[in-house]
């Protein structure tokens, strides 16, 4: 790999984990997610300082090529990420339609108690 490419890629990928703690410190992101994405952008950094860690990690699990094993890689750890956003939607679906629910009941409740002023006031 070209050490121009390299350069670029670890001060945009430093660019990333800088824009991602700046999100952090303005309360833009949560921290337990942040932290996946500043792992990630470690990770990208090491596997761009260490070429040759990519093609000793794939030849020690098998892979053929280097950029597979990357490929391969980025999917694995995109799964997680995925399978907690998924987690997380659904838990808030949940609250949003229990919210919706206990307010249709307070709505309720206080057009009743209206109804019963308004007949007491007659």
Do not use: D
């Amino acid at each position: 790999m070209n050490i121009r490419i390299q350069i670029l890629i670890v001060v945009i990928t430093l660019l990333a984990m800088f824009y991602v703690i700046n999100k952090i410190r303005n309360k833009g992101i949560e921290l337990k997610y942040s932290l996946v994405w500043l792992a990630l952008g470690t990770g990208i950094i090491i596997f761009t300082c260490f070429p040759k860690l990519t093609t000793w990690l794939a030849h020690v699990l098998g892979i053929s090529q280097p950029m597979n094993m990357l490929f391969f890689a980025g999917f694995c750890f995109m799964l997680p990420i995925i399978f907690s956003l998924s987690v997380s939607v659904s838990r808030l679906s949940n609250k949003v339609k229990r919210l919706t629910q206990e307010m249709a009941l307070l709505e309720e409740q206080k057009r009743k108690a209206e109804e019963e002023s308004e007949e007491l006031q007659k």
